[in-house]
């Protein structure tokens, strides 16, 4: 595989199309007819400020050195394929792309959403970037819940509707809780070594008990809050079809999984968030407004 599509880590890619497919498929059950450029310039966005981070994160840990014992996803920088000036080139290449992405679309509807955008923009850098990384201090499920949840969720809504409801806060809770779970599933894999290095990720932060406890709990909040959606449409009960993968992450999480072990409940953590939000999108267009 072409080293540049392997350090985008494209497992990771379902994180930023899910929200989209769940704010647009909102639009149509409301009864508005959906813009498709607005749609598909959000969904550049989202996937594009995921690609950036990726990269970012992967040129940040690689010139400290935390990244040069791992398990799990190639690091360009770490691992030697590309030198840091190359990937931090492809991290402000994609920043920008997906700036203007951001731009075009706020034109098409609201300046605000280019406020959005920088925000996100400087959280996605500084997650390990700068002097005081605040990935580094456990804070990084917080960023993620709030930009991969909240703002990807109600922004594909806002983008289209200019306007933000209790609708799509709820259908973002779950969204932000399966985000954190993938990330919460990568962190404890990572915590011997994070810990080793002063890495302090919640999962270190927390050690790995509490850290499970937490992985586990966010696998029920985004239950919960994708069956309280029966509240939009009774189609919501769908979600029932994700319990078997429910199932085995929280079966692996509570029995000890570690390691390079967690990499396969990585890929399911993955499909859960995906298959949860088709079936939400599935859920909504099968409502009349």
Known sequence: MNIWIAGARPRTLPAAIAPVLIGTSLIKSD???????SAALALAVGLLLQIAVNYSNDYSDGIRGTDEVRVGPIRLVASGLATASQVKRAAILSYSSAAICGLILAIR???????VGAIAIIAGWKYTGGKNPY???GFGEISVFIFFGLVATMGSYFAQSQRLTWQSLLLAIPMGALSCTILGLNNLRDRPKDELVGKKTLAVRLGDGRARLALITLLIIALTASLAVVAITPWALLVLLTLPLQFILIKGISQGTSGSGLIPLLGKAGELQLLTSLLITLALLLTKA
């Open 31 to 37: 009864g508005i007819a959906i813009n498709w450029v």
């Open 109 to 115: 509807t609201s300046p605000f959403l280019i406020l």
């Open 135 to 137: 990935g580094y201090r």
